[in-house]
């Protein structure tokens, strides 16, 4: 990886800081030295490491920089990965567990990964079954991203529930939602977009020590401001971040666009 660049700019906004990179891939491989870093950091403390990985556009830069790190301890981590479409078998284009072995698993040998399996029958099972192998392992690290319309991993505003007694759930899609993975590429039109959705609850996201989000490009610039300006609620799902102790969002000059006003 390149020498390491310094932020542009750092800003915090209650407890969630912020840096503002030249670019997206400067951004991502910011967010990937730290990663990094939090990776060495538990492997010394303890021989197993569990992380939750996101998935789309915004973690590609990531994920690519992450991978490319040498001797990183992969063989102490168990990774998760925080949603999935139902109804997606895993070689379609747009599966997550498709994705996550494109960009993590086969590129790095991890000690295991925990798929999510959307195709079964029974997803609601899927749901009891995952939440049981995430409260096992206890993750320390969970690497994110933050959706046009807010949500954290599939919690939309309509599905949100900051309160939420379950760690994962079956969850209907927004227009809004859908619409992002279309505008993405994932998917020709929005009729191709499954409606549901199995996903972590923030509840779950929340209890992860340290959390690292990208949130590139100028399509997130609305959604970043929203994040850091709106009072706290599930309207904009991504408010929640200010509460938590350790978390750091990466962006870059366009996701950036709209920060002028906030206060360093």
Known sequence: MPTPATPLKSLQAGSLKIEIHASRRAAGEAAARAAAQ???????????????????ASQLETLHALTSISGLPWNQVTGFH????????????ASFRRYLRDHLTER???RAFREIDGSAADPECVCREYAQKLRSCEPQLCLLGIGENGHLAFNDPAEADFEDPRDMKVVELDSVCRQQQVAE???RSLDEVPKTALTLTIPALLRVPKLIASVPGSRKA????????????????ATILRTHPDVTVYLDEESAAELGAVRT
């Open 38 to 56: 939090s990776l060495r950091d538990l492997a010394e403390r303890a021989r197993d490491v569990a992380v939750i990985f996101a998935t789309g």
């Open 222 to 237: 609305r959604i970043v401001r929203r994040t850091l300006e709106e009072p706290i609620s599930t309207a904009c799902p």
């Open 185 to 187: 590429g994932w998917f």
């Open 82 to 93: 925080m949603d999935e479409y139902v109804g997606l078998t895993a070689d379609h284009a």
């Open 108 to 110: 790095v040998a991890l």
